[in-house]
């Protein structure tokens, strides 16, 4: 099985976290983002991860080399321009070999990857797109299908009025190759906006497989932190690293605090110093080395790693890139993502 992650967009919804930092790269429970789809595809069979690259696509390259580390094999192609999701996918053909899974890399989901395969050959599908019911599917490009699944038509962001099912695209697909006959080449070109509806118009197979799990984009600084705080709390089944004591779990070398309260939980990585009488509420993650002071109170928040926090600071539903420093005293309040080597005194 072939894997193709698009991993080329600017990720300009989570600036200023993503000036510094390709979206891909971004720490979810101190995992790097795209790290989750590997595993996903690899969990399932995916021997041959192919990552349609642009945005500080060094800093992806190089860290994930040849993916030998992650039990795959990974190939890069690198798009010189900005491509798009169908140009991205055109721009990967010369690697793609047989039928193929295709995902954006700002979706997490527990997708059954083998029963979504099973639904692609039964249907004889072209293509295969996984839907995923949302309550309100105003702010997304609707899709609807016949009682058997297969695609009738697509709307994108439907008013009220025009919203007659709820199940949306979920940004996961299974590909034949055949299809990269109708991407033009060399241009910008999108998957959902021009090549789905050119497909159903030629009378393609496309059928939509419903995904009933977990399902989150990371698009937004409040949906990272609900993913952050969905997997702190189980609700997307994953495994963290790092010795576990009750609400606590804390990597390799951290030094934590007896006294600490803990209303919630608390994920640190490696090598994390957390002082005398510090408050947690809900969720939150300190990345490798981090350090807090005493009688800081953090509550819902991500903390990337290396970052320093003074004593007596309060931060509340934020996120603080890599290597800040946060002197005493300070308030940060809900809302507030900083960029990495922010200082505030």
Not at 176 to 197: A, D, H
């Amino acid at each position: 099985m072939q894997a193709l992650i698009l991993a080329g967009g600017l990720g300009s919804r989570l600036r200023p976290l993503t000036f510094t930092t390709p979206k891909p790269l971004l720490p979810l429970v101190n995992k790097p983002l795209l790290l989750y789809q590997i595993e996903l595809f690899r969990k399932y069979g995916a021997k041959e991860i192919i990552l349609s690259i642009s945005y500080l696509r060094e800093q992806i390259s190089d860290y994930f080399g040849n993916g030998k580390k992650y039990g795959v094999k990974i190939t890069y192609a690198l798009e010189k321009k900005r491509l798009g999701t169908g140009g991205g996918v055109k721009n990967s053909e010369k690697f793609i070999k047989e039928k193929t899974f295709i995902s954006n890399s700002d979706i997490i989901a527990d997708v059954d990857l083998e029963d979504m395969l099973d639904f692609h050959q039964k249907h004889k599908s072209d293509l295969t797109m996984t839907l995923f019911p949302v309550a309100d599917p105003s702010a997304y490009g609707l899709v609807k299908t016949s009682k058997d699944g297969r695609i009738l038509s697509f709307l994108e962001k439907p008013k009220f009025s025009e919203i007659t099912t709820n199940t949306i695209n979920a940004g996961f697909y299974l590909f034949e190759p055949e299809l990269l006959n109708f991407i033009p080449n060399g241009v910008e070109y999108s998957l959902e906006r021009e090549l789905f509806p050119q497909l159903l118009k030629k009378g393609k197979r496309l059928f939509g497989y419903i995904h009933s799990g977990y399902w989150q984009d990371l698009g937004t600084p409040e949906k990272y932190l609900d993913v952050s705080s969905d997997i702190l709390n189980g609700r997307l089944k994953y495994p963290i690293s790092g010795r576990k004591k009750g609400a606590l779990i804390a990597g390799k070398g951290s030094k934590i605090s007896g006294n600490l309260k803990i209303k919630g939980k608390l994920v640190c990585g490696k090598n994390v110093i957390v002082e005398d009488d510090v408050w947690i509420n809900g969720s939150v993650v300190l990345g490798d080395n981090c350090q807090v002071g005493k009688e800081a109170k953090l509550a819902d928040c991500i903390i990337f790693a290396n970052t320093r926090i003074k004593e007596k600071v309060e931060i509340e539903n934020a996120i603080i890139g890599r290597d800040c420093l946060i002197g005493a005293y300070n308030k940060i309040g809900k809302g507030t993502v900083l960029n990495d080597k922010s200082l505030a005194r």
